[in-house]
């Protein structure tokens, strides 16, 4: 499909959209209780006493529990034994234990008193007068300096290499859900490239994106779009833009299906590519490719970003983050958040694993011309690396493998 012949409109393209008929199915108790189980296991390996969750995405994966992050402390603890303590503002409480799934020990704070004191305090009634308490990495500065000076007895140390060792590795229940939120993200990344017409602005084009959404099921999404030299700057210009014929179309965009992410950025040329425009497409394709090829079981993440970025420096662009070429890491983990770990960047050693969730977007950049990125997430399973998503086809026809 040559982006740019023939069209709908995006209203038309709306009435074409309808909520997929299978349910996602949520991750269940069984499993949350794996992790935490896991998470106890990990804690004792490393001789802490207990993990602190903050009000974050960590905390509704071990827990279920989501919550929007305030100036008031509501989370839980993870011992390294016995069962979950959440903690909570008073007057929360009974919302606190609606949300609740398993477990019933509920600690809570007045407003006028310290919640850091609460969260010592628990720990040393579940038998730790002293010891490591693992932190949440996402937890703000303000709570974890409260710890410190309420917890003079114990050390607070970052609880990432607990939270990454568990969260990095998918289980079968949460590639199902990824994949059936790409599914819908692909079906409107091929609805806005029909719809597209010269005139179009970045604006009008995000409310489609957000509408489109909606129309399938879903009341959230985060959505980029730009056109002509804008495309050049990985996280866009803070000014719209007019779609006129020739110009270089960029979108990314992504939902949430029961918190689990999808990201998938197309980048395509509307009308006739140039040959430039051919050349660019293409080098971004070959580097993607690399990527994907080194992704093999067993082998640091760095190597996809230096497969990847091979094949760019190899045509003359960077080297490392010079532009024009890859000024970012190739990829990012993805699960609960948008981006987490695993990274794909120099210097990360960690090897490939079943489970691991991560995106592949070598992204070329040239600044005062055009960019493309190409962004497909992808999994690794028993049998090695596998895309959630099928790459584009080619810059004449970037849907073909999915239309």
């Avoid at 074409?16 to 935490?36: C, F, K, N, Q």
């Avoid at 606190?96 to 305090?121: I, K, Q």
């Avoid at 939120?181 to 010269?198: F, G, W, Y």
Wanted: glycine share 10%; with cysteine; net charge negative.
């Amino acid at each position: 499909m040559t982006i740019g012949v023939g069209g709908s409109s995006f209203e038309e393209e709306l009435a074409r959209l309808s909520p997929p008929t299978s349910r996602s199915v949520a991750i269940g108790l069984d499993e949350y209780r794996a992790r935490v189980a896991k998470a106890q296991a990990l804690l004792r390996d490393g001789g802490h006493q207990a993990l602190y969750l903050d009000t974050s995405t960590s905390l509704r994966y071990f827990t279920g529990i989501d919550l929007a992050l305030t100036e008031r402390l509501h989370g839980a603890i993870v011992p390294a034994e016995g069962e979950v303590v959440y903690l909570s503002p008073a007057f929360e409480e009974p919302k606190t234990r609606e949300y609740m799934l398993f477990g019933d020990d509920v600690r809570c704070w007045e407003e006028h008193e310290d919640p850091a004191a609460l969260v010592v305090d628990t720990v040393r009634s579940l038998g730790y007068e002293s010891g490591s308490v693992a932190l949440d990495p996402q937890t703000p500065f303000y709570i974890a300096e409260g710890l410190r000076k309420a917890g003079n007895r114990f050390s607070f140390t970052s609880g990432q290499p607990i939270t990454a060792a568990c969260r990095q590795l998918k289980s079968a229940a949460e590639i199902a859900l990824i994949q059936q939120a790409m599914d819908i993200t692909m079906e409107v990344h091929r609805a806005v490239a029909r719809a597209l017409k010269v005139g179009v602005t970045t604006t009008e084009t995000l409310d489609f994106l957000a509408r489109a959404h909606r129309k399938l099921g879903r009341d959230w999404s985060s959505n980029h779009a730009q056109f002509g030299e804008a495309t050049a700057y990985p996280h866009g210009v803070p000014y719209p833009q007019t779609l006129n014929d020739g110009d270089m179309v960029l979108i990314d965009m992504g939902t949430k299906l029961e918190g689990y992410r999808s990201d998938i950025t197309r980048t395509y040329v509307f009308g006739e590519p140039t040959e430039r425009q051919r050349e660019i497409w293409n080098l971004e394709k070959a580097a993607q490719l690399a990527g994907f090829a080194a992704a093999r079981l067993g082998a640091p993440c760095e190597a996809i970003d230096q497969a990847a970025r091979g094949v760019i420096e190899a045509a003359g662009y960077g080297p490392g983050y010079k532009v024009p070429g890859l000024p970012h890491r190739t990829g990012h983990g993805l699960g609960l958040d948008v981006h987490e770990e695993a990274y794909i960047v120099k210097g990360n050693r960690t090897p490939l694993q079943p489970g691991m969730c991560f995106s592949i977007e070598p992204m070329m950049c040239i600044y005062g011309e055009f960019g493309v990125r190409l962004e497909d997430i992808v999994y690794m399973s028993d049998d090695g690396a596998k895309w959630f998503t099928q790459p584009s086809h080619s810059v004449d026809d970037p849907f073909g493998y999915e239309a």
